[in-house]
């Protein structure tokens, strides 16, 4: 196990930890980062192997068992009540940002292109075995999300419907034709600088919402994902995606179009396709939301999109 993998597997130690011993969402007051460190540095043995080890927190105060995501039955594991995704009073619009709040990704900067692919090919291969919620078992096939490393855009919806439960892939029924529109309208195609991923990887029984436990339970996975993707930039596709990597408690109505940061990333909330489509009345400021990504990546992705443009992501 190289630095890199040692730190990123502690991190998510003392993340189940923290669960444990703060389920009411406390605070700790120095960031998970800085006691990853210390752990590491106080020289923490990884030669036992195996993932239900329990090892002392830096606070040398408690136990925790490994791999949130894992095959662990979701009895067995622990809620995720704090904050999964690292955001919430750190995180904000730009400007009040998100520095100095914890970061809960997993160090992957040092990994190759080959590297970084074979582990996102891995981690894509447990989602469609996870049994980590209930929502395991009325899956047809996970939907891990897919795309391209280093895209201009990494797109997080709430969570596989019908189609995409039915094929295994992301947006792929009438919401997803009608996203790829919005991207042609900016530039962008799925194949070639996209990435597309949701909150949780399992279709929640009739299209209900995600409930706490379950994108708790699946939040490891996106968060992996978002850092071996390295995206320039996340839009996040409804409210639910929005609330979660945000942190922020307004509705998707009061926050889309803002830039937001989520581990440093350049986030924008928009509407749900599939909202979109049943409220025409939304599509006016999608396309605004659009406009201003596409003008963020112009500005600080070298984006050119094709000449002739457009004006509006159509129905
Ligand atoms: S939704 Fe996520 S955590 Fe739940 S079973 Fe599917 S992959 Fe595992």
């Not at 136990?63 to 995704?85: K, W």
């Not at 590297?115 to 980590?132: N, S, Y």
């Not at 792929?172 to 530039?187: M, N």
Request: glycine share 12%.
């Amino acid at each position: 196990m190289n630095n890199s993998d040692r730190r990123d597997r502690m991190y998510r130690i003392l993340l189940d930890a923290e669960a444990l011993l703060h389920p009411t969402g406390e605070v700790h007051a120095r960031p998970l980062d800085q006691r990853v460190d210390e752990v590491i540095a106080r020289g923490w043995d990884e030669t036992g192997g195996g993932d239900d080890r329990s090892v002392g927190t830096s606070d040398g105060s408690a136990t925790a068992r490994h791999n949130p995501a894992s095959d662990q039955p979701a009895s067995d594991r622990p809620a995720f009540s704090a904050d999964t995704f690292g955001v919430g009073a750190g995180s904000g619009p730009s400007g009040d940002s998100a520095a100095g709040a914890p970061s809960s990704t997993p160090d992957l900067s040092g990994l190759s292109d080959e590297e970084r692919r074979a582990r996102l090919d891995a981690l894509h291969e447990r989602v469609r075995t996870c049994q980590a919620c209930p929502l395991a078992m009325g899956r047809t096939n996970a939907v891990p999300g897919e795309g391209v490393l280093d895209p201009l855009v990494m797109i997080v919806g709430e969570g596989p419907g019908y189609h995409e439960d039915q094929q295994g892939q992301p947006f792929v029924g009438k919401a997803g034709q009608y996203l790829d529109k919005w991207l042609e309208a900016i530039g962008l195609t799925r194949n070639h600088n996209t990435f597309i991923a949701n909150i949780v990887k399992c279709r929640p029984p009739n299209n209900r919402d995600p409930k706490p436990e379950e994108s708790d339970a699946c939040a490891p996975y996106l968060r992996e994902q978002i850092a071996l993707v390295r995206p320039r930039l996340i839009l996040t596709v409804g409210r639910i995606s929005a609330r979660i990597l945000t942190g922020s408690t307004q509705g998707i109505t009061r926050i889309h179009g803002t830039f937001y940061r989520h581990e440093g990333i350049p986030l924008v909330p928009t509407f749900h396709p599939s909202g979109v489509l049943r409220n025409p009345s939304y599509r006016r400021p999608v396309w605004e939301d659009l406009k201003k990504v596409r003008n963020w990546l112009i500005d600080n992705a070298g984006h050119v999109p094709p000449e002739g443009g457009a004006d509006g992501p159509g129905e």
